[in-house]
T-cell receptor, first 115, second 109 residues
Framework: DGGITQSPKYLFRKEGQNVTLSCEQNLNHDAMYWYRQDPGQGLRLIYYSQIVNDFQKGDIAEGYSVSREKKESFPLTVTSAQKNPTAFYLC??????????????FGNGTRLTVT | QKEVEQNSGPLSVPEGAIASLNCTYSDRGSQSFFWYRQYSGKSPELIMFIYSNGDKEDGRFTAQLNKASQYVSLLIRDSQPSDSATYLCAVNNFNKFYFGSGTKLNVKP
């Protein structure tokens, strides 16, 4: 079955440590996204990538970094510069720019807790 | 001004009633519009999408779009307790998706 796999489901880290969240998709989608969700809030865009080897900052990119070396993979690194990293992180994908009416498909999310 | 605005609720309706959820967006160039349902602790799941003015029906759900007023709504007919969730409105603008903060719906048995 096609889908988006995020791992791990839960992640615990100490303050000051970098951590990388995995996102893999087998939907053959060109575009991939990372969102952050805080309790009781909507989704805020961190980074997105329309094509391999290219990505753009979203609205809250500070303290995060990404790479897009393969079409299937879009890992997110939460660096020690991110002031409030504890949140629910969602990876999503869509077919790409010419399919602008296509929805986002979401992974199951990673809940990151930093203490 | 936020790109997408929703009333956070909670919106409480009795079982069997119609639930009406609303959303406004700021960018007139937005191309397509989506409603997602999110249960607590889970990822969003797609309910409906619409990109032309008017109504679109799918089972108990109807999405309505008015581009002149920059307004999108979702009607849920015959609401069930299992419909209790947060409903997120999303707007696609050149493949960049913006989300509202969501409306929490409670359907009382």
């Amino acid at each position: 079955d096609g889908g988006i796999t995020q791992s791990p489901k839960y992640l615990f880290r100490k303050e000051g440590q970098n951590v990388t969240l995995s996102c893999e998709q087998n939907l053959n989608h060109d575009a991939m996204y990372w969102y952050r969700q805080d309790p009781g809030q909507g989704l805020r865009l961190i980074y997105y990538s329309q094509i391999v080897n290219d990505f753009q900052k979203g609205d809250i990119a500070e303290g995060y970094s990404v790479s897009r070396e393969k079409k299937e993979s879009f890992p997110l690194t939460v660096t020690s510069a991110q002031k409030n990293p504890t949140a629910f992180y969602l990876c999503a994908s869509s077919p790409g720019q010419i399919y602008y009416n296509s929805p986002l498909h979401f992974g199951n999310g990673t809940r990151l807790t930093v203490t | 001004q936020k790109e997408v605005e929703q009333n956070s609720g909670p919106l409480s309706v009795p079982e069997g009633a119609i639930a009406s959820l609303n959303c406004t967006y700021s960018d007139r160039g937005s191309q397509s519009f989506f409603w997602y349902r999110q249960y607590s602790g889970k990822s969003p799941e797609l309910i409906m999408f619409i990109y032309s003015n008017g109504d679109k029906e799918d089972g108990r759900f109807t999405a309505q779009l008015n581009k002149a007023s920059q307004y999108v709504s979702l009607l849920i007919r015959d609401s069930q307790p299992s419909d209790s969730a947060t409903y997120l409105c999303a707007v696609n603008n050149f493949n960049k998706f913006y989300f509202g903060s969501g409306t929490k719906l409670n359907v009382k048995p």
